[in-house]
C-alpha cells in the first residue's frame, strides 16, 4: 500500500503545483498509515522533494519523455501505481495533470475526485472535498473504489515544509506507441504565466485602449505577476486570447489579484474567484466586482495605477 | 467524417445555485438551463465540418428527459439527429461509460466534446471517454484541422500552445477557441421548426457502478464586506497587502 504522488517538472524543474501534491500526498500517506512514493520524470534534481515530505522518489529520465504525451505519462503513473500499490494516487490541477488523470484513473480502475480542496474528512468511506459550479459551493465527495485518483486543485492545500529522508530509485518505463504526435511547442519565454503566477494584474474595458496598456505591464513587472484581461477586452482584440481570464477564459487561482477597469460580470468572477485575496480599482462604486472583492479603491485606473506603481517600487526597495 | 457531439444541460451561469433536501441535490428550481458553453464551440465547429466536409453531426446526452429541449437546440442549430441516454449519471466516470456504448455501436470517427461541463467542472468524461474505447485524444483543443485522415490541431499549455499531429478514431476535448464566440449561432426559425421532425432517440441505459458520489453541498461561507481605501492613500492598501492579506 502507499500513496504516489506524480511531481510535474518543465524543462527539468518542479513546478509549484508539485511542491503542493507532495506536501498534500504526505498529509494522506500519514492519515492512512502508510508510505508517499513521488514520481518524477525528467526532472534534474529529485532529491528537493525530500524537504516537502518525499520519502520513497522514483525517478524516470528518457529523452523520447522530453515533450509532455498524455497516453504516455499516464502509462507510466498507471505502471508506477501498479508496482507500489498505491491506493491513492494525488494528481495536480496543471494542464498537463487534468490531461493525465481521467486516464490514469480509467488505467487503474480508480474513481477521480478533480478539483479536491482538502484533506480526506474521512478515509473510510474515503471522502473529499471538491469544488463545483464554478467557486459557487463545494461537495463532499466518496470515492468509493479500491484504487482513487485525486486532483488537487491549485493553490488549495499550500505548499508545506517537512524535511523527510527518503530513498531514490530509478525506474525504467514502457515507452507506448503515440497516437497524438507534437509537432511544435509555441511558449511565450521571459514572462510569469498565469497558471504558475502567484500575483495576476487584470484590466478591462475602464483602460479605455490598448495603448494603455503600459501601466498594467509596469505594475505586473514591479510584482512579479502576470498579465490577464476580462473577456470584453480579448474580443476587441486590445489584448491577445491567452489573457482572457474568466469562465471561457483560463482560470486563476493566485494568491493576489488585482483587477483594474473590470465590472466584475458573473462570468468574469466565475474563473477568478479561486484566487485568495482580489483588490479591485474601478471608477463605479456600484461595480459588481466590489461585492466578491477584499480590497477595493473607487477611483479612476489612470490616477490610482500610476501611484500604486511609484508606492511599491519604494515599498520594493525597503 | 460521422462525428459525434456529447452535450451537457447546464443551468445558465447567472444561476443562483442552491441545494435541497438537506444539501444532497442542486435545486433546479427557477433555474434557466442551457448547452454547456464548452460543448457549444464543439457544436459549431461540428458544424463547419459538416458544412464544409460533408460530415454527419449526431448529439448526444446522458440524462433525464428534462435535457431533451437543450438536444433540440442543438438539432435547430444544425446537428442531424440526436441521442439520449435514458439515465441520471451520478458521477463522470458512469457518463464515459455510457458514452463508450454509444460510439461503440454508433462507428464515429471523431467524438466532440466540451473539455468540462460548467455545472460539476469534473474535467474527466472525454478522457476517460478516450481511454475506455482506445481513440485518440487531445485534450483542451484550441483550435482543429482535419484533411482528409490527417489531423492537425493546437492545444492550450502552460504559457502557450502545442501543435500536434493524430490520426482518426478521435477524441477532441474543446474549449473557446476551436471556434470563437462570434462564430456561436443562435437558432432561427427555420432551423427551430425543422428540429422538431428531426429524430431524436432515447436509448437504454448499460447502467454501471458510479466510482465517486456526492454525499453533500455546501456553499462558501458569506465572505467579508470589502475593504475600501481611498485613492489617494494607496500606501493604506500596500499596508493592508502586506501586514494583513500577507500576499505582498
Known amino acids: 500500500m502507499s500513496v504516489l504522488v506524480f511531481a510535474d517538472s518543465s524543462e527539468g524543474k518542479f513546478k509549484k503545483t508539485a511542491f503542493e501534491v507532495v506536501s498534500y500526498g504526505k498529509k494522506v500517506a500519514e492519515q492512512l498509515g502508510t508510505t508517499i512514493v513521488v514520481l518524477t520524470i525528467n526532472a534534474t534534481d529529485s532529491s528537493e522533494l525530500h524537504a516537502y515530505g518525499a520519502e520513497k522518489i522514483i525517478t524516470v529520465s528518457n529523452e523520447s519523455l522530453g515533450t509532455f504525451n498524455a497516453k504516455q505519462y499516464a502509462s507510466i503513473v498507471t505502471e508506477v501505481a501498479k508496482q507500489h500499490t498505491a491506493t491513492v494516487v494525488v494528481l495536480d490541477s496543471s494542464i498537463d495533470g487534468l490531461y493525465l488523470a481521467p486516464i490514469v484513473a480509467v488505467n487503474l480502475e480508480a474513481g477521480y475526485a478533480s478539483n479536491t480542496v482538502s484533506l480526506p ?44 529522508t527518503g530513498s531514490s530509485e530509478v525506474f525504467e518505463p514502457t515507452i507506448i506507441e503515440l497516437g497524438v504526435l507534437s509537432e511544435k511547442v509555441e511558449r511565450v519565454t521571459g514572462t510569469v504565466t498565469i497558471a504558475d503566477a502567484d500575483v495576476v494584474v487584470s484590466a478591462g474595458r475602464g483602460l479605455k485602449g490598448p495603448e494603455n496598456w503600459g501601466m498594467i505591464e509596469e505594475l505586473a513587472s514591479v510584482l512579479g505577476a502576470a498579465t490577464a484581461c476580462s473577456k470584453p477586452v480579448s474580443d476587441l482584440g486590445w489584448r491577445p486570447h491567452s489573457e482572457h481570464v474568466g469562465q471561457t477564459g483560463k482560470p486563476v487561482a493566485s494568491n493576489l489579484y488585482i483587477a483594474i477597469g473590470i465590472s466584475g460580470a458573473i462570468q ?21 466586482f466590489f461585492k466578491a472583492a477584499d480590497y477595493g479603491i473607487v477611483g479612476d485606473a489612470f490616477e490610482v495605477v500610476p501611484k500604486l506603481i511609484e508606492k511599491l517600487k519604494a515599498f520594493k526597495q525597503v | 467524417m460521422k462525428i459525434l457531439v456529447c452535450i451537457s444541460h447546464v443551468p445558465d451561469t447567472t444561476s443562483k445555485i442552491n441545494f435541497i433536501e438537506n444539501n444532497t441535490k442542486f435545486d433546479t428550481n427557477g433555474v434557466q438551463f442551457v448547452i454547456n458553453p464548452y460543448d457549444e464551440f464543439c457544436l459549431t465547429r461540428a458544424m463547419w465540418f459538416k458544412e464544409k466536409q460533408g460530415a454527419s453531426v449526431t448529439v448526444v446526452n446522458v440524462g433525464g428527459v428534462e435535457t431533451e429541449p437543450t438536444l433540440r437546440k442543438t438539432l435547430a442549430i444544425g446537428a442531424d439527429n440526436a441521442i439520449r441516454v435514458n439515465i441520471t449519471p451520478t458521477d463522470g466516470l458512469q457518463v464515459a461509460k455510457e458514452l463508450a456504448e454509444v460510439v461503440r455501436k454508433g462507428g464515429y470517427d471523431l467524438v466532440l466534446a466540451g473539455k468540462e461541463s460548467a455545472d460539476y467542472n469534473g474535467q474527466m468524461v472525454p478522457g476517460m471517454l478516450a481511454t475506455l474505447i482506445d481513440f485518440n485524444f487531445i485534450n483542451g483543443c484550441v483550435g482543429l484541422d482535419i484533411e482528409g485522415t490527417a489531423i492537425s490541431a493546437s492545444r492550450e499549455i502552460d504559457g502557450g500552445n502545442e501543435i500536434v499531429s493524430s490520426s482518426f478514431p478521435m477524441v477532441i476535448a474543446g474549449q473557446k477557441g476551436i471556434v470563437e464566440e462570434k462564430d456561436l449561432r443562435i437558432p432561427n426559425m427555420r432551423g427551430i421548426m425543422m428540429a422538431r421532425k428531426k429524430p431524436l432517440e432515447v436509448v437504454e441505459a448499460i447502467t454501471t457502478d458510479a466510482a465517486t458520489n456526492v454525499q453533500s453541498f455546501e456553499k462558501p461561507a458569506p465572505r467579508e464586506s470589502v475593504k475600501l481605501v481611498a485613492a489617494d492613500n494607496v500606501d493604506e492598501l500596500i499596508n493592508l497587502l502586506h501586514t494583513e492579506a500577507k500576499v505582498i
Open chain 1, 121 to 164: 474528512s474521512s478515509t473510510s468511506p474515503f471522502t473529499v472535498k471538491r469544488k463545483a459550479f464554478s467557486n459557487k459551493a463545494f461537495s463532499d465527495t466518496v470515492i468509493a473504489t479500491e484504487t482513487k485518483v485525486i486532483g488537487l486543485a491549485k493553490n488549495s492545500f499550500g505548499i508545506h515544509e517537512n524535511t523527510t
Open chain 1, 268 to 288: 468574469h468572477l466565475a474563473g477568478v474567484n479561486a484566487s485568495k485575496v482580489k483588490v479591485v480599482v474601478n471608477t463605479d462604486p456600484e461595480a459588481p
